[in-house]
Nanobody, 125 residues
């Protein structure tokens, strides 16, 4: 399984960005796909996740209502639409994938075996 994240950049507070995670190497039915972020000096934290087959979505409280995770089956790609960005959203964002993650584990980085390289999001005030 290979994951390729892209779409990061510099944006002003209140702006928007869309991150993409292109997945390859197998079909992703049954997988959970997650977005995590890590700010300097902080631990990696959960942002959002989606169960590929059902399309069920999960969000961290800090991004609920501002971020939207979605997937495109035809392109094997997961997106993270980020609106109303805040300076505290500044971090390196990572996409991750794994098979058969239970609901209780979906927010934990340790649940995911496959990770893409990070993409930097910087939100200026």
């Amino acid at each position: 399984v290979q994951l390729q994240a892209s779409g990061g950049g510099l944006v002003q507070a209140g702006g928007s960005l869309r991150l993409s995670c292109a997945a390859s190497g197998r079909t992703f039915s049954g997988y959970a796909m997650g977005w995590f972020r890590q700010a300097p000096g902080k631990e990696r934290e959960f942002v959002a996740a989606i169960r590929w087959s059902a399309g069920t979505t999960f969000y961290a409280d800090s991004v609920k209502g501002r971020f939207t995770i979605s997937r495109d089956n035809a392109k094997n790609t997961v997106y993270l639409q980020m609106d109303s960005l805040k300076p505290e959203d500044t971090a390196v964002y990572y996409c991750a994938a794994d098979l058969r993650i239970t609901l209780s584990m979906i927010r934990l980085p340790s649940s995911y075996d496959y990770w893409g390289q990070g993409t930097l999001v910087t939100v200026s005030s």
